[in-house]
């Protein structure tokens, strides 16, 4: 059974740079499919962050592109997430997933539980 | 972006009552799109892909329908581990966006 599981500080100070890191169970990332993240702002609806291929290829929001990136360690089999000069806006429920591409599916077909970041001083 | 507009944003039914949540799409996206369960505290559950197939694993009183614009979900017999937000999703084109949800509340 995949499982996925997030970690990192929940609270974060403004114009410092957010990490998450996710660890994934049951499954080999080299094995394939894309791993990504997805964030739900308190009240509000769901937003997607980003993934990445186990070899390497991206795909970003355009809104956040300039600030994120999200890298994979398949020797430790967990991927991460890096948001730089936060703001309050970023406040939110991170949650890390896997996405799979397959023209079948083309959905995030596994979840974390996601982990609450706070963006205050 | 494509919009996902999500109707109605919350319901009220009981166990056992056959529920339909409704998803349209500002513009055509074939059959991309993705129904989600979420529950607090829960991982959230992939129910439907493509817009009619079920995830394995899902139970059977879960369906999805449509194309183009206009998707639907629903849940025939509504068991009491039903109740919980679902978010449809499109995966048409980059961003991937989500529907705004709607919560079904026992009533």
């Known amino acids: 059974q995949v499982q996925l599981q997030e970690s990192g500080p929940g609270l974060v100070r403004p114009s410092e740079t957010l990490s998450l890191s996710c660890v994934v169970s049951?499954?080999?990332?080299?094995?394939?499919?894309?791993w990504g993240w997805i964030r739900q702002p308190p009240g509000e609806g769901l937003e997607w962050i980003g993934f990445m291929y186990h070899s390497g290829a991206s795909y970003y929001n355009p809104s956040l592109k300039s600030r994120v990136s999200i890298s994979i360690d398949t020797s430790s089999n967990h991927f991460s997430l890096r948001l730089t000069s936060v703001t309050a806006a970023d406040t939110a429920l991170y949650f890390c997933?896997?996405?799979?591409?397959?023209?079948?599916?083309?959905?995030?077909?596994?979840w974390g539980q996601g982990t609450m970041v706070t963006v205050s001083s | 972006d494509i919009q996902l507009t999500q109707s109605p944003s919350s319901l009220s039914a009981s166990v056992g009552d056959g529920v339909t949540i409704t998803c349209r799409a500002s513009q055509s996206i074939s059959r991309y799109l993705n129904w989600y369960q979420f529950k607090s505290g829960k991982a959230p559950r992939l129910l439907i892909y493509g817009g009619t197939s079920l995830q394995s694993g899902v139970p059977s009183r879960f369906s999805g329908s449509g194309s183009g614009t206009d998707f639907t979900l629903t849940i025939s017999n509504l068991q009491p581990e039903d109740f919980a937000t679902y978010y449809c999703q499109q995966s048409f084109s980059t961003p991937r966006t989500f529907g705004q949800g709607t919560k079904v509340e026992m009533k």
């Open positions: 997933a896997r996405y799979d591409s397959s023209v079948a599916v083309d959905a995030f077909d596994v």
């Open positions: 049951g499954f080999s990332i080299r094995n394939g499919f894309y």
